[in-house]
């Protein structure tokens, strides 16, 4: 309210506002009587002008007109307007009767002066925001743009809200250097409808016989279906045109459409995953002021982890991490953007129990995420040994020290080549599984498991291994033409892990829904597309078989798993086996053991009598 006093521009609106009060109330009765006001009359209006501006304008400023930003002037605005308006209006006429009972007031002159009163002071706050968008660039008049104009052409795919806002942003935006010039609807309804003077010129798939008047493309529909931003995207690049697309609504903060940022069309698009919806209470509620500890902080899961859990205010988070440029890149990126949080970093390996132990007594964790594991399989397949010394006793070192510790949770990262694995790394992390699930033993400690398929954009992801090659001129290699992979996005599967954490009462495996299988061949091609390329033309694709313990598909679940839905949509749950936490460790013990003569057999036939699912390929 200080600061609204301090403010030039108040007392200038303010004392217009006066004026425009007193000349509505005059006008009302000039217009009453022909600007012929008898002096009896005169004398009414004279006697009751201190009433009406008072009322008037004490009504005004407890209705918040003068709070605003004049030069953004909306809807809003202009319905408080509206509201304080009537309410001083009614005021007004209630003390009139009660203290004249109407006599020598004609009753016509209120309502007069009802509509000039709208009208002047909603006319005032329309006119300083045309005088400020008018300055800023708008053209009121679309039709009408200089042949010399620098800016670009631009068409905008979607004639909605997203559209809307966006075309207000541009124009009220000049140094964009954009012009729309039309849009382009599906829904007929839209046809020739304009929206601030801008035309739906036609269907989208009527794109290129506007080639002439547009020099980019702008994709404004956030939410829609894979397939039909696939055919936006065909039509869009078969103009040969540059396109973009505008970020889904949970990309910006408070949901805000901002022009700034504008992005090219990337693969996330095309796979249509919709935005995670999180239930933030449950989730506050085991993350806030409690000391989280992050295993493989320096991966693409662990520091995405890092960025989910930080919204919910730890009291302090720990990055455990075995290479020193991994940690040191989110340590710094953790600094940058949340400084105002105690982050501890750790370098230290989860095979070495002593520097686990040391961590674990320094930071005292409450929860802890396990996402630090190999799982590049072929390299796995090669090195046998070193997925069950990571993935297995790494796994059991946690898992030890943590039911010491009594540590309240405790997620394991898990995937889906733990299901019916054909490989060691989806043999090692079954087995990891099992541990988890075994250690939950007491009330006070829940230990769960949390399982989903390929991450998109992750290292060792087939995504920027084809991006790479692209950059290169091709080939694309790809396994085999009906190879199949689920997918998700880095933020979606964090968010994820972090609501099945929520959910967890101990000993749950979580499987999040993945959707429907891709094509890696489509990927590939939609990739090279996305890059300004034509598959087999441009860029050639080539097939070079499966690699050691790859399959065509992967699976979430087993047959006979009893897999029970959540009240979270993307997520299902299925109830782990029960066991003996003494039986199994002394099966992994062997198993460590055996990894140790570094016998590839020796070694996959011990996991095949754990995992006895797991058919290895010799």
């Known amino acids: 309210m200080i600061h609204l006093f301090r403010s030039r521009n108040f007392y200038v609106v303010f004392l217009m506002d006066l004026l425009l009060v007193f000349f509505s109330w005059w006008l009302a009765f000039a217009v009453r009587f022909d600007l012929d006001i008898p002096d009896h009359y005169m004398a009414s209006m004279w006697r009751l002008l201190p009433l009406v501006i008072v009322f008037k304008m004490g009504i005004f400023f407890y209705c918040n007109l003068y709070q605003g930003m004049w030069r953004f002037t909306s809807l809003f605005d202009l319905v408080n307007v509206v509201k304080a308006v009537v309410i001083s209006s009614v005021f007004l006429v209630l003390l009139v009767v009660v203290v004249h009972r109407f006599e020598g007031y004609p009753r016509s002159v209120f309502i007069i002066d009802f509509g000039f009163c709208l009208i002047f ?79 739906v010129l036609g269907l989208v798939n009527q794109i290129e016989s506007f080639g002439d008047i547009f020099d980019e493309i702008l994709i404004a ?124 970093s750790y370098l230290a390996d989860i095979r070495d129990e002593n520097a686990l132990m040391r961590v674990f007594n320094d930071f005292q964790p409450e929860v802890v995420f396990h996402a ?94 084809f991006q790479d090659q692209i950059a290169r001129g091709g080939p694309v290699t790809v396994t085999h033409p009906e190879v199949t992979r689920f997918f998700m996005s880095i933020p979606e599967a964090a968010q994820l892990i972090l609501e099945a954490g929520a959910m967890g009462e101990g000993g749950e495996i979580f499987i999040l829904d993945m959707g429907r299988a891709v094509r890696i061949l489509d990927l590939a091609q939609d990739l090279i597309r996305l890059h300004g390329y034509e598959p087999h033309r441009d860029i050639e694709i080539q097939y070079s078989g499966l690699r050691p313990g790859e399959k065509l598909y992967e699976e979430l679940i087993t047959e006979g798993e009893g897999i029970v839905k959540t009240q979270h949509e993307k997520i299902l749950v299925l109830r782990g086996q029960l066991c003996m936490m003494n039986q199994i460790h002394s099966k992994i013990e062997n198993l460590i053991c055996v990894a140790k003569t570094y016998d590839y057999q020796k070694i996959k036939l011990t996991l095949q009598e754990m995992v006895p699912e797991y058919q290895p390929e010799w």
Request: proline fraction near 4%.
């Open 121 to 199: 002071i909603g006319g005032l706050r329309t006119s300083i925001r045309l005088y400020f968008t008018r300055n800023s660039g708008m053209n009121f008049f679309p039709t009408l743009h200089k042949t010399g104009s620098t800016s670009k052409r631009l068409l905008i795919i979607g004639a909605g809200s997203t559209g809307e806002k966006v075309l207000r942003e541009i124009r009220d935006n000049p140094n964009l250097k954009l012009r729309p010039v039309g849009f382009l609807d599906d829904t007929p309804q839209k046809q020739g409808k304009t929206i601030h003077g801008v035309e």
């Open 221 to 344: 529909i956030p939410k829609t279906s894979k397939e039909n931003m696939r055919r936006i995207v065909a039509n869009c690049e078969s103009t040969g045109k540059r396109f973009r697309t505008v970020p889904a609504i949970g990309e910006i903060i408070d949901g805000r459409i901002s022009v700034k940022a504008l992005r090219d069309v990337t693969l996330q698009d095309l796979m249509g995953r919709e935005e995670v919806r999180l239930n933030k209470t449950e989730i506050s509620r085991y993350i806030h002021e409690k000391r989280v500890l992050i295993t493989g902080a320096g991966g693409s899961i662990g520091s995405e982890l890092i960025r989910q859990v930080s919204r919910f205010h730890p009291k302090r988070l720990g990055l455990l991490e075995i290479n020193e440029l991994n940690l040191f890149r989110v340590e710094m990126e953790c600094q940058q953007r949340f400084g105002y949080m105690n982050v501890e």
């Open 372 to 465: 630090a594991a190999y799982k590049h399989v072929p390299m796995q397949e090669r090195h046998p040994w070193e997925a069950i010394v990571n993935n297995v006793q790494g796994t059991l070192n946690l898992v030890n020290i943590a039911r010491e510790k009594k540590i309240q949770r405790f997620v394991l990262v898990s995937t889906d080549k733990a299901v019916r694995p054909t490989n060691v790394m989806g043999a090692s992390k079954r087995i990891a599984e099992q541990l988890v699930l075994c250690a939950n033993d007491n009330d006070q400690r829940r230990f769960m498991v949390v399982r989903f398929g390929n991450v998109m954009g992750s290292s060792g992801s087939v995504i920027p291994i």
